[in-house]
């Protein structure tokens, strides 16, 4: 890391080696952003299509993104420490900055978006299962909802009876089905023709407050991510501060 010049305080020297060991948790940090976003996206993306809202995408995608670039700013970070470039700690001081602006915005965004949630999923759920399931070009939401109401043991947004509004079983294309074949406890096919609690989700409850569940609680992890880098990245630009006027004083 280099040898400290004569005219270094024990100060700067502390500084400095505190401003680095920042930098090695910031880049973990930043490491542990960016997974959290792409486990969002990569993971996770089958629930985005049911969602009215592209909120909980954004929140997703500004974490991928603050994950990037802290990784970046932490090695530059250990250059402009070591290295004493004064233009450098400015450069990662604005970073900083920027980083925990987006990290700021993601942990509002969640927490906003959690907040509504539950009113979006009661106006948009059963009409996007009702109204696009099986539908030309829907095959997205139709993966979305097959999912759904296997990996969580449900069937319909409120209840099954919901399927009886749906476009796919009116238009006579579910071959006599009442519900999706998704709903049954032993997926077979043709196995949403009989309705009955020993077959199908019936009595396990709807999809939505599920669904709800079950994104509140990423939506928690997103949010508790975001703001908890935000809140460290304040000390580390505080030591850049302080190494930069502790610089500028030993310049003279």
Known sequence: MGEFSEKETCGTICLKYLLFTFNCCFWLAGLAVMAVGIWTLALKSDYISLLASGTYLATAYILVVAGAVVMVTGVLGCCATFKERRNLL????????????????????AYV?????????????????????????????TRAVDKLQQEFHCCGSNNSRDWQDSEWVRSGEAGRRLVPDSCCKTVVEGCGRRDHASNIY????????????????????????GIGIACVQVFGMMFTCCLYKSLKLEHY
Do not use: W
């Open 90 to 109: 400015r450069l990662y001081f604005i970073l900083l900055l920027l980083i925990f602006l987006l990290e700021i915005i993601a942990g509002v965004l």
């Open 113 to 141: 978006y959690y907040q509504q949630l539950n009113s979006e999923l009661k106006e948009n759920l059963k009409d996007t299962m009702t109204k696009r399931y099986r539908q030309p070009g829907q095959e997205g939401v």
């Open 202 to 225: 019936k009595v396990e409850g709807g999809c939505i407050t599920k669904l709800e569940t079950f994104i509140q609680d990423h939506l928690r992890v997103i949010g508790a991510v």
